[in-house]
C-alpha cells in the first residue's frame, strides 16, 4: 500500500515532505510490527532498548545519562523506565564507582535471559522487513545513514 493511501493524503508540499512523513509514518509502523514479540516478554519497545544498552556495557554498570545518550528514542523519563525494569528483576541500580552520590544501572542475569529469548527471535524481528532483500536492506541503511550525517 502507498503512504497516500495509509495516511489517507493525496497530496504533499513537495517530496521532502513526503519523505519525512513517510519516515515517521514507518517508524511507527515498525514499532506495531514488532509490539507483539516485545509483549510476549511483557516490555517495552523503550525497555527493549535500555536491556540491549546495559547488555552491551556489561559487567560494567553506566549513569542514566549514558543510557539516555545512546537510546534510539532519546527521552527525559528514563530513570522511570529503569525503575520499572528494577521492579521487574531485569536491572539492578548500583552506587557508583566514580560518585558515590550517583547511582548507575546494571543488567541482571533475568535481564540478560530475557534478552537471550528475544535473540531467539531475531528471524521474527527481521522479518518485519521481509519485502526487502539484503542489497535493498543495505542501500536503506545508506541512505538513512546519509540523512543523519547531513545534520551532525
Not at 495516511?7 to 513517510?22: D, G
Amino acid at each position: 500500500m502507498s503512504l497516500e493511501k495509509d495516511i489517507h493524503q493525496k497530496k504533499f508540499r513537495n517530496e521532502f515532505q513526503k519523505a519525512t512523513v513517510n519516515l515517521l509514518y514507518t517508524a511507527g509502523w515498525l514499532k506495531d510490527q514488532t509490539k507483539s514479540i516485545f509483549d510476549q516478554e511483557e516490555i517495552t519497545h523503550q525497555q527493549f532498548n535500555i536491556l540491549r544498552i546495559l547488555r552491551g556495557s556489561f559487567p560494567h554498570p553506566i549513569s542514566t545519562q549514558t543510557i539516555r545518550e545512546r537510546m534510539l528514542e532519546k527521552m527525559s523519563d528514563v530513570s522511570r523506565i529503569v525503575d520499572r525494569l528494577v521492579v521487574k528483576g531485569l536491572v539492578k541500580k548500583v552506587t557508583s564507582a566514580r560518585d558515590r552520590r550517583l547511582v548507575d544501572v546494571l543488567i541482571t542475569d533475568k535481564g540478560r535471559k530475557l534478552l537471550e529469548r528475544l535473540d531467539r527471535r531475531e528471524a521474527d524481528m527481521d522479518g518485519v522487513l521481509k519485502s526487502l532483500n539484503e542489497k535493498e536492506a543495505a542501500q536503506l541503511n545508506q541512505l538513512l545513514d546519509k540523512l543523519r550525517q547531513e545534520r551532525e
